[in-house]
Structure formats: structure tokens, C-alpha cells
């Protein structure tokens, strides 16, 4: 039997805490968290970003080790061969489809409990961003955070699921 959403979203967190990234993976998230502090009203946002894509990508690392699966990172992908554009783009058409019908054909272990643990992970980062607020923030801010933070834990998932799409995990 799998491991149940909270078990997922414990492990995904504290897997997180380590250095759970892959050289190419950890160049993404740092090229992203950038972005995001340089376009977004607060500057916070950016490392927001980065730590629910750190945590999204936990996920399905652990989702792997819980399937027997052993990736490491190519020499192409330790050598830089691999584009970090593509890979971008890899993982936001996958994203995508998480978001939408594909999320089956992404996901290797327990649907249900994949996304039940994408939505304590994303709960879980949005009430240590701002749960202090709370009495401060509107709905819709709540709402618009929510979000934001929805993307980029699947951002990080679906980086994961690029890496090895692109060829940089074996």
C-alpha cells in the first residue's frame, strides 16, 4: 500500500530541507526565484516561489523512492549539455498538464494521494507566508496567494518529471 497524502507531504517537506535538488534542477529554481523577486510587487514572492517549487519537486522524489526508482543526474546534465531553457519549458507544458487531464499519465503512484499531499504542501506554505495576516488579507488576496503558490509546488513537480523527459535524470 502507498504512502497517504500527509505521509507524502511530511516526507516531500522534510526531504526539502535537505539538498534534495540536482545541479541542473537547483539552476532552474534559483533562475525563477530571480525573476520573481525582480517582477513581483514584493520581493519575498520570489523566495516564496522557490521554496513551494523546492517542495513540489520533494514530491515527486519522494513519490520515486516509494516506487523503487533510483534516478541521478547524466553527466550530460552534470556537464551543462542540458538547455535550461528547454528544460523550463519541458516542465511548464507538463505543469500544464498536471493542471489539467494529464495529471494520470505524470503522476506514478497514487493520484489521489499525490494531489492530497500537493494540497497540505500548498496550505502548508501558504499559512507560514501569511498566515499571521490572515485577519489582514482579503479573500481574494488569500485566494490569489493560494495560486501563486499552487503554480510553482507543480512547477517543481513537473520540474522533476522534465528532468528526466529531457534526458539530464537516468
Known amino acids: 500500500m502507498g504512502m497517504s497524502g500527509e505521509e507524502l ?8 530541507q535537505s539538498h534534495p535538488l540536482t545541479r541542473l ?6 533562475r525563477c526565484a530571480e525573476a520573481e523577486r525582480a517582477s513581483q510587487p514584493l520581493p519575498e514572492t520570489g523566495t516564496w516561489a522557490a ?8 514530491l515527486r522524489r519522494v513519490e520515486e ?22 528544460l523550463d519549458q519541458e516542465a511548464l507544458r507538463i505543469a500544464s498538464d498536471l493542471r489539467t487531464e494529464g495529471a494520470p499519465q505524470q503522476i506514478i ?19 507560514r507566508r501569511i ?3 490572515k485577519e489582514n488579507v482579503d479573500q481574494e488576496a488569500w485566494a490569489e496567494l493560494e495560486a501563486y503558490i499552487t503554480w510553482w509546488a507543480v512547477k517543481g513537480y513537473a520540474l522533476r518529471v522534465a528532468e528526466k523527459a529531457t534526458g539530464a535524470l537516468a
Not at 25 to 30: E, G, Q, R, T
Open 131 to 133: 498566515g499571521n495576516w
Open 65 to 86: 523512492d516509494e516506487a523503487g526508482l533510483q534516478l541521478t543526474a547524466t553527466d550530460g546534465a552534470d556537464a551543462g549539455e542540458v538547455d535550461l531553457d528547454a
Open 25 to 30: 534542477a537547483k539552476s532552474l529554481v534559483d
Open 51 to 58: 521554496a513551494a517549487m523546492v517542495t513540489g519537486y520533494c
Open 109 to 127: 503512484g497514487d493520484e489521489d494521494s499525490v494531489i492530497s499531499a500537493l494540497d497540505r504542501i500548498i496550505a502548508s506554505e501558504v499559512d
Open 9 to 16: 507531504a511530511y516526507k516531500s517537506r522534510a526531504l526539502a
